[in-house]
């Protein structure tokens, strides 16, 4: 194809140098402050900064929003096609194979945070726009690539970004899958607040809501339990150790919308103390599991699967415990009160967060014509587009959804260790997003 031959001929290079350049800064939440300069913090913005100057070098209009947003726009019109993406990354915990924060290519294939999700679909969709420049198209719509801040942690950038700008006609979002997805479960972090007065002195287990944590750590008042934990670690097969009277466990981070692609480091810890001694902590930890089975919140559709629940964080200190909490509710669901209810005899619930499910007619204009481009450009007429647990700021507009990067059959990589795409499959995302917005723009 054409595009193809362009693209290898032209952009390859500047392209992967420009996505090393992203890749390398370290844009995750430190702690959000609407009070300073940088509100998501100095790498956040310093990767919003980076952007922004790749659009001055190459000629688009661009603006930063008070360092929530920014946006690159190329064309006019009264209508908006948006791409959305953002520059924020999940912590890199766990052990690499190479540098987290540094883009390393090894046989065709590129390692580093934010790689897949999401700095190089917003690298596929930056030259995308500026291929469409280049042939010097001219779109009937303003074209713009929306920069969000915070998607990981809450979704403030683009608030903010809404409230000061207009809501886009259309939009995607290249953060999920091809062929694409038109719904999204709701997705509810809730924290569940209480005291435990036992043996235990802290507890100390994961970092966001939105990743099931792969270490926890344990002080008990001595060590008595030494031998018996390291028996448990052996039967097991799991990593940790005991130093003095502190007991560390490994798990295996995932994204919370599966979170039994993961290994919960706090399931794995709950379950060794149980029955050891009594905690009014473990008790309520007891309680959840990844699908709400034992809260007795289950339910299904046909369409968008089922209820889905990680335990996210845990935290003990002088007989104080916070438990986070993310579930995901496929359409239909209706046992949220009942939730709350039940929770509330444990300890003293307090929302975080509750995003309301995102859903897509199939047969919508938009759908049907994303989904005839991925089929056009990869020939591939057979997997359906699909629903998925995950949140994208799909659900941040009316007429969204999200489409690309990860092509069927493709390991799901997200919020885990070694994250990395094939870079043919960058590439071809990139042509792909091409086609969309020429389609999109007619």
């Not at 990067?405 to 960058?426: I, S, T």
């Amino acid at each position: 194809m054409k595009y193809n031959k362009m693209f290898k001929e032209k952009y390859e290079n500047d392209y992967l140098s420009d996505l090393e350049g992203l890749i390398k800064i370290k844009s995750v939440l430190g702690e959000f402050n609407e009070s300073k300069k940088y509100p998501f913090g100095k790498g956040i913005d310093d990767s919003l900064k980076y952007m922004l100057s790749l659009a001055k070098r190459d000629g688009f209009k661009y603006q930063n929003i008070d360092n929530y947003a920014g946006y690159i726009e190329y064309g006019s019109g009264e209508e908006e096609l948006a791409i959305l993406c953002h520059l924020d990354v999940v912590p890199a915990v766990g052990k690499w194979k190479y540098s987290a924060f540094e883009a390393t290519v090894v046989d065709g294939v590129i390692y580093g945070r934010g790689v897949n999700d999401d700095k190089g679909p917003t690298m596929s969709a930056y030259y995308a726009l500026k291929m469409l420049k280049d042939l010097k198209i001219v779109p009937n719509k303003r074209i713009r690539i929306i920069l969000g801040t915070d998607e990981e942690t809450g979704s403030r950038g683009i608030e903010y970004y809404l409230k000061h700008q207009k809501e886009p006609d259309l939009a995607f979002t290249p953060d999920a899958t091809f062929p694409l997805v038109y719904a999204e479960k709701a997705i509810h972090s809730f924290d569940l607040l209480g005291e435990d007065q036992s043996e235990i002195i802290s507890f100390k287990s994961g970092n966001r809501y939105n990743m099931v944590p792969d270490y926890a750590e344990l002080e008990l008042k001595d060590d008595k339990l030494k031998e018996e934990f390291l028996n448990y670690l052996h039967f097991y097969k799991y990593k940790g150790e005991v130093v003095g009277n502190v007991f560390k466990i490994h798990g295996q981070a995932a994204h919370a919308l599966e979170p039994d692609v993961g290994e919960n480091a706090i399931h794995f810890m709950r379950d060794f103390i149980s029955g050891h001694f009594p905690s009014h902590l473990i008790d309520v930890l007891e309680l959840f599991d990844n699908y709400g089975e034992k809260l007795k919140i289950v339910h299904q559709d046909d369409e968008m699967g089922a209820v889905t629940s990680n335990l996210a964080v845990c935290e003990l200190k002088d007989g104080k415990f916070r438990i986070g909490i993310n579930n995901r509710y496929p359409k239909g669901f209706n046992k949220l009160k009942q939730l709350i209810k039940t929770l509330n005899k444990y300890g003293t619930y307090k929302e975080v967060k509750f995003m309301e499910t995102h859903y897509m007619e199939k047969d919508s204009e938009l759908v049907k014509s994303l989904e005839s481009v991925y089929r056009k450009v990869t020939g591939d007429n057979k997997t359906p587009v699909q629903t998925t647990g995950g949140g994208t700021y799909a659900r941040a507009l009316k007429n969204a959804v999200a489409f690309g990067p990860a092509f069927p059959g493709r390991p799901d990589v997200a919020h885990q260790k070694d994250e990395h795409m094939l870079l043919e499959d960058l590439y071809l995302g990139t042509i792909i997003y091409l086609e969309s917005l020429i389609k999109l723009t007619k």
